[in-house]
């Protein structure tokens, strides 16, 4: 379930919530209405369905905010772009509120994605010598993951590796369109086209797990928010 709640701002628009369950994707806010309500700014806040049941916009104009969110398979996942000044603004008041999106996981959140490839390859050469049982059809090894999803994603950047970790863990193909649909996002919603690919991983951030000097919020917002929602 995804819930989404857009406070009553001045003369401009009322409180909205916007909810979502998986096979419930609407493109009206929970009171039915498209838009901020009877203020003056209403249009300044609304629901723009992109494919019925699969993918809508929120534009929330009046704080400079774009909200995607999209059914993938059995998941739901959001992107979110908005002003540094929005951010810093809602961090001020619940630090809690954007820690994932602003500081990444936690650190006794994080997995080691080395020990993982580690732990696959023993596997496989424990297979190869035991008895031949065919593998489950959902199971990936490292190589035939990353082959799946060059199809999507040809840069080995972060989106890359969220999906070969998804596909490791989960054997869920869905995850790959989730990497996708993440980039894709993010290449309609960012302001700097150069910046589109990310390489840095929570594991290696700075001291105390901030985000590293010089990452425009607006960019972790829109990422984090979305890809690293894949690996919790």
């Not at 049982?133 to 035939?144: D, G, K, M, R, S």
């Not at 700097?192 to 425009?216: F, I, M, Q, S, W």
């Amino acid at each position: 379930q995804l819930t989404i709640i857009f406070k009553s701002f001045q003369e401009c628009v009322d409180q909205k919530v916007y909810q979502a369950e998986m096979d419930e994707l609407p493109a009206a806010f929970v009171d039915g209405s498209k838009n901020g309500g009877d203020k003056h700014g209403a249009n300044s806040l609304k629901i723009t369905e992109k494919v019925s049941g699969q993918h809508i916009e929120i534009q929330a104009k009046y704080i400079g905010t774009t909200i995607v969110v999209r059914q993938v398979g059995r998941y739901l996942t959001f992107a979110v772009r908005m002003p540094e000044e929005v951010v810093n603004a809602v961090e001020d008041r619940d630090s809690q509120g954007l820690y994932l999106c602003l500081r990444g996981c936690p650190l006794n959140q994080q997995i080691d994605f080395q020990a993982i490839r580690s732990a696959q390859a023993t596997e496989g050469r424990a297979r190869r010598k035991g008895p031949s049982l065919p593998a489950p059809p959902e199971a990936f090894t490292y190589e035939t993951a990353t082959a799946k999803c060059r199809e999507k994603l040809p840069v080995e950047d972060l989106y890359f590796q969220s999906c070969v970790f998804d596909l490791l863990t989960t054997g869920d193909v869905n995850f790959m369109l989730a990497a996708y649909y993440a980039f894709e996002d993010v290449k309609m919603l960012h302001s700097n086209k150069d910046k589109l690919h990310l390489y840095e991983r929570t594991r290696v951030l700075t001291p105390g797990n901030v985000a590293p000097t010089g990452t425009h919020p607006t960019l972790w917002v829109a990422l984090l928010c979305l890809c690293w929602l894949c690996l919790l």
